[in-house]
């Protein structure tokens, strides 16, 4: 009898444990949902400000005042990312080792609109976007953006064919009139940022991060090339020691020598790039490419099979090693 209470009384306890959990769970749910909301907003704020950096600073008819408000948008929103980097690093412990989480620190504070694909506090397996709400992340959320993204990126992409002809066609107008040479930056900033967004939330989802970045390449580089065009020139503003050379009258061999030379190629890379990725869109939905990605979503899952199948044999084998011997039965 003692033992049968004390069963029961364990029994309760694991009862009142769960339930006690759940209403934890469920109290942190709104907090958890609130939060996310406000960050995937700052990482959007920080990516268009990003955007308008990257494409504005290179600029000689950019104004200071622009500049320097983008400049400050970074600088303000930035320590919200470092405090929520270390959040996770903390709250993390029990769902990863302390290399990964470290290593998703230090990315979130170098660039801040990764955060748009990171999961979940408590919702560890789960991803809030807006209008979507809480989603699993999963292959079918990946198709399902993929297939979301699809017609907007093509029609971005197009804006790209205007925006080169009018830079190309009228050079003299980027000096003459301040508005034109902004509206085409602002263009290019906006196909910058779409793409940059697309990139994100499908790397997030995507199992083999690797194979990802490699099988699309040509939209890594789109992402990256602006940045690393505006890296030199930030860099020669801002170290000390390059301020140094521009007193000894080298400036002219830094800047217009090494620096601007880089951003020309890297300039006409992005563009390039662009057009690629316009004609692989344009050309992608053909029956060849959706022959290759049935084929590969079959081995993708004929991998999984034979993952669950070795699984079950080592189940198996454990479970007929552990069991007692038969006994055979009596002779008569």
């Known amino acids: 009898m003692k033992t049968s209470n004390g069963g029961g009384g364990m029994s309760r306890m694991n009862k009142l444990s769960s ?7 469920s109290s942190a749910l709104p907090a958890e949902t609130a939060l996310s909301a406000v960050y995937f907003a700052l990482a959007l704020v920080h990516l268009a400000a990003l955007a308008g950096f990257s494409h ?23 320590p919200a990312f470092w405090l929520e980097a270390a959040v996770r690093l903390v709250l993390g412990r029990a769902a990863a080792s302390w290399g990964t989480r470290l290593g998703l620190a230090v990315l979130v504070i170098l660039m801040p609109p990764i955060r748009l694909g990171f999961r979940g506090y408590i919702r560890r397996e789960e991803i809030w976007l807006p209008g979507f709400g809480w989603q ?14 699809s017609v907007p990126m ?18 003299e107008w980027r000096g003459r009139y301040g508005w034109f040479g902004l509206t085409l930056d602002i263009g290019s900033a906006v196909i910058w940022s779409a793409f940059a967004i697309e990139f994100i939330l499908l790397l997030s989802l995507s199992e083999r991060k690797l194979q990802f970045c490699v099988r699309r390449w040509i939209e890594l580089l789109i992402v990256v090339l602006p940045l690393l065009e ?4 930030v860099l020669t503003d801002l170290v000390p020691a390059l301020r140094l050379l521009r007193l000894l009258r080298l ?11 880089l951003r020309a190629v890297v300039t006409r890379m992005w563009r390039a790039f662009l057009l690629l990725e316009l004609v692989q869109r344009l050309t992608g939905q053909t029956p060849q490419k959706r022959l290759r990605q049935l084929r590969e979503l079959l081995a993708a899952k004929l991998e999984e099979i034979e993952e669950l199948q070795q699984e079950i044999a080592r189940l198996e084998a454990q479970v007929q090693g552990s069991s007692p011997p038969a006994v055979p039965p009596p002779e008569h």
Do not use: H, N
């Open 251 to 261: 400036e002219q061999l830094i800047r217009l020598g090494r620096v601007y030379r």
């Open 56 to 78: 504005r600073y290179p600029r000689a008819d950019a104004s200071p005042i622009e500049i320097r408000m983008m400049t400050a948008a970074l600088v303000v929103v930035w």
């Open 19 to 25: 339930v006690a959990d759940s209403t934890s769970r």
């Open 136 to 149: 699993r992340a999963d292959k079918e959320l990946y198709r399902r953006l993929e297939r979301i993204f």
């Open 230 to 233: 505006v890296l030199p020139m």
């Open 154 to 171: 093509v029609v971005l992409a197009l804006l790209v064919l205007p925006i080169l002809v009018l830079e190309f066609g009228w050079p």
